[in-house]
């Protein structure tokens, strides 16, 4: 059975980059090095999150972390940061082909990448919201946050493979 | 020194430090980041010698050196979207290295295991092994176009001779060279006789119709209809003949895909939904024809017809045609401009097309769970919104492709103005040598130059249109098929050897799910693989069965690297019996006998017996003959199982995977199956999956594969004494079955 948290029954504290540590007032359990994942990353934001340990086990799920205590909830948001990475795409600068491959060069907020797109069908899924997810060759993982906001010339790029 | 294994290039500035750092060691791996420990993209590195290895979070980072020797573990953490190396010291403390996009992520986890291995038992040079087959998997790379590759040394299909889209697809039309040829004479011979009436009309109104010659004028209209009916005539025929040529060539395209899409790896099918290849092989094929044909014909004759009006137009007098030439440019830039526009739009309305299909495959074969769940309107909301995409983009398209001919053609008519404006004025003002015959002909030479006009002002969308299909056709013809079917090694007999050593896979890099399998089976021995749903079991299976050859690591068949095996005869050997066997819309002999060539009955009727199916079987009305439905319709599951089984007995393989063979029937049924299992595994390897261990009682050997790894494997005996995992199975499932015995004893009485 799933135990929920709703908020102020637990207190997280940090203890290594993605890992925390957690009490559980009710039952008066205290786990350490445990990981917390988002179970909807695509359309969850900080709304149910797995709590799991070492094994992989899961121990909790937190219904909302804007709920959390605020000092659990920041170290709960430091370490969704630190695990998940999905750049996001600010500009597309150039896109080119061959033999069916492309390159596509970007800026994201997290600095500028050139990756690989083997298909365009399979790698790039609008969303009915306006976001656009794409995985490249590596299986990294991309997102544009709303496509009518990126710049002219980014949209003529990308328009074709939508 | 030996070569330095290296995934990338080293960065010019660490590569300076690095030829520096090694003088007390051995420089013999380089792992090169895309990350820094910041999580911003630029480059960081470790560099890895006998003794121990310097790291640099980011290129303008000062090296930092770990002797191996205060090594406690090696490891790689594999988040979302990245990944980072991280170290445990003997002192107890962790230190993260470097960081990195999946990318890098496999060869870092042979790196993480080449540190583990010396940090256990010192140097060795074979632990180099495992970073250097990784390497040499990710450069298995086309140098030319950058497509994977089976293995390093194979040619790209890709860049192999022509390669190229327009020459691949003109293969096709090849072999009717000849027929087309003879179309695009009978082309230019219509086009000739059309060119015919505008003059004889001009003709009858400048000298026939003001001498009021009635012979003349009976005798022009016959010429008339000779041409008519000679034109039309031939029309005809080159229509007969065109279409029969199409069609010839759009039927050896959708083979080749077919042929194609049957070889293809499970991979492509992971990523690529069976409607979008449906629609591909129907709709795109014919987009392709249209163009072949387009090219081929029209193009060519519209352009002869170009070029005799403007020959004609230009004789007769070359200042109205000038005149007419105006909107010429116009018509050139709107066709330009609009090609650009509906280009993207076709894609997007293929993809929406493509997602209907996909939606059909998906629930038409699903309607019995769709009623079960009562779930029809749902159904039908999510097809609704689904075409509701679809006629959005449809509209714009519609809007793009009404405006554009009307716009084209209002052009053209304002083009027979300038013609009437000018002509006209001639007329009137009686300049020499013009007379109304002449204006007349002059006006329908000039509609029909638009004509041609028009069609290459429009061939661009034709092109983009026919590019879009193009692309997804490629997409199938040229993926890369699984390697070398009919041409590996074929071994006079596969005794049943099976051996998994350092196998590592992923479907995608973002999670592994078989890690570090080591597992050796002998000829004739029954393995029963247990563990919870999703712990590996099957993928196990799927890379024995060689679904799959993007592991690491080695799979040996006797003794023989399995992708050396020619993967036609390697699959022959092989039984494979579903936990839900797929039957085919045929009868059940042909069934049985599926991948079989010219099978006497007898042996199919054995084969259904020791598979305990004959006796069902021989009931029904139709017996052998009784056709089955879509996947099977018109038997239980545990008929349909034991068909499987007698599929497989045809076989007769070396090697019999059982998939959950029993878990979807009655204990009634599970015996007969049980009993027809026995006599098959009789004599061969067999690997059975089963989450009843009350089925895995034949099994010598049990391996139990937990978060993709195997942590017990031993006789059934060896594990019980461990009092492991599969002790707690076995516990489990026995007081499970008290129970519920206990429960069908109290209601019995």
Known sequence: MITYIDGPEIKITENDGIFIDAEFFHTGEKLTGLEVHRLFPMSGGNKYLVLLDEDGEQKAVIRNADNLMPESKKVVLRALDEYYMMPRITRITKMTEKF??????????????????????????????????????????YEIPDLKKLDIKSQRLIGPKL | MGKIITNLPLPDKIAAEVDKLFKDDEHLVNLVGDLTLKRRYGSSVIVFGKKGLYYFGDIEAEPKYVPYADIKEATVKRMYGSAYFSVEKKDGKKQKLIRFTYAAASVAEACAEFINNIAENGYKEEYLYGIENTVFHLRSFCPKCGRKLPNPEAECINCKGKGKMISKFSGYAKPYTGKLIACMILSIFTTAMSLVPPYITGYMVDNVLPNKNLGMLYKTILILLCVYILQYTVTAFRSYLLRLTGDKIVFGLKKDIYEKAQFLPLSFYDKTSTGSVINRINSDTSAIQNFVLKVTQEAVVQLFTLVGILIIMLSLNWKLTLFSLVPIPIVAIIGKVFGKKIG???????????????????????????????????????????????????????????????????????????????????????????????????????????????????????????????????????????????????????????????????FDRSKKVLSNINLSIEPGDVVGIVGTTGSGKSTLINLIMRYYDDYDGEILIDGQNLKDIDLKYYRQQIGFVQQEPMMFKDTIFNNIAYGADRVHPESVLRAADVANAHGFISRLPDGYDTVLGERGVGLSGGEKQRVSIARAVMKNPSILILDEATAAVDSETEKLIQEAIERLIRGRTTLMIAHRLSTLRKANKIVVVDKGEIIECGTPQELLAMKGKYYRLVEIQSMGEQLLAKKAAENFE
């Open chain 1, 100 to 141: 069916l491959i492309w390159m596509w060069s970007v800026e994201t907020d997290r600095g500028p990448i050139t990756f690989e797109i083997r298909n365009h069908l399979a790698s790039v899924k609008p969303l009915y919201d306006g976001r656009v997810l794409i995985k490249d060759a590596n299986d990294n993982r």
């Open chain 2, 344 to 506: 993207p739009m076709y894609m997007r309305l293929w993809r929406r097309s493509s997602a209907i299909s996909g939606l059909l495959t998906d629930t038409i074969p699903s309607v019995r769970i769709i009623k079960a769940f009562t779930n029809e309107r749902a159904a039908v909301k999510n097809f609704d919104s689904y075409c509701d995409e679809w006629m959005k983009e449809d509209t714009k398209v519609s809007k793009i492709t009404g405006i554009f001919p009307a716009a084209m053609t209002f052009l053209v008519t304002c083009g027979t103005l300038i013609i009437w404006f000018s002509g006209g004025n001639y007329i009137i003002n009686g300049v020499n040598g013009f007379s109304i015959g002449l204006l007349v002909s002059f006006v329908s030479y000039a509609s029909m130059f638009y004509n041609p006009v028009n069609f290459f002002a429009n061939f661009s969308d034709t092109y983009r249109n026919t590019v879009a299909s193009a692309e997804k056709i490629l997409d199938i013809l040229d993926a890369e098929p699984e390697h070398d079917f009919g041409q590996g090694n074929i071994p006079d007999r596969i005794e049943g050897k099976i051996e998994f050593k350092n196998v590592n896979f992923s």
